[in-house]
């Protein structure tokens, strides 16, 4: 059962979305990130395309009521490195996620890919292995997080709670 967050302590849902796996993962804010929860979804690939994404967004809004998160974060691949069909399909499963957070009234920031790596790995062209070590280390977890997808998800919170975290310093020097 997902622990309930201090008051001041944000949650985030963080979402590497993709049509065949989508990945997801939970991260407490705080001092330290905390790991609440990963996993991906995958719908059928036998299922038409509009069924697939159904199953996205029913899926990520299931995962907005179970573990109640304060803000989404979700990576928003560069279109130009990906084919036209590639970039459509994932642009169509991040519509999918998007569409969950604001149905739960829920704010959501994007994050290029490079932005992510640097955040977890202070390199922003590292590959998905690296990802998935520094995830580990920086959430202190026994073993890497499965699959990749859910890794990268986690980096997406992970990011982005580095950069609300950037954010509030930065107000808080006006």
């Known amino acids: 059962m997902p622990q309930a967050p201090a ?3 944000p949650v985030v849902l963080g979402i590497d979305p ?12 705080g001092r330290v990130p905390a790991f609440e929860a990963c996993g991906a979804i995958k719908p059928p690939a036998k299922d038409r395309f509009e069924q697939r994404l159904l ?11 179970v573990y109640s998160p304060t803000e989404v ?15 459509l399909a994932i642009g169509q499963a991040r519509a999918a996620a998007m569409l969950a957070a604001a149905a739960a009234g829920l704010e959501v920031e994007l994050y290029a890919p490079a932005a992510v790596k640097a955040a977890v790995s202070g390199y922003g062209q590292g590959d998905k292995r690296q990802v998935q070590t520094m995830v580990r280390m920086l959430l202190s977890l026994e073993a890497p997080p499965e699959p990749l997808d859910a890794a990268d998800a986690l980096a997406v919170a992970i990011c982005h709670l580095g950069s609300r ?10």
């Open 73 to 87: 974060a979700i990576e928003d691949p560069f279109v130009g490195a990906l084919q036209p069909a590639s970039a």
């Open 55 to 65: 199953v996205l967004h029913t899926e990520i809004a299931r995962l907005i009521e």
């Open 18 to 29: 993709g049509m065949r796996v989508c990945g997801w993962g939970v991260v407490r804010g």
């Open 7 to 9: 008051s001041d302590e």
């Open 165 to 174: 975290r950037a954010r509030a310093l930065e107000a808080g020097r006006r």
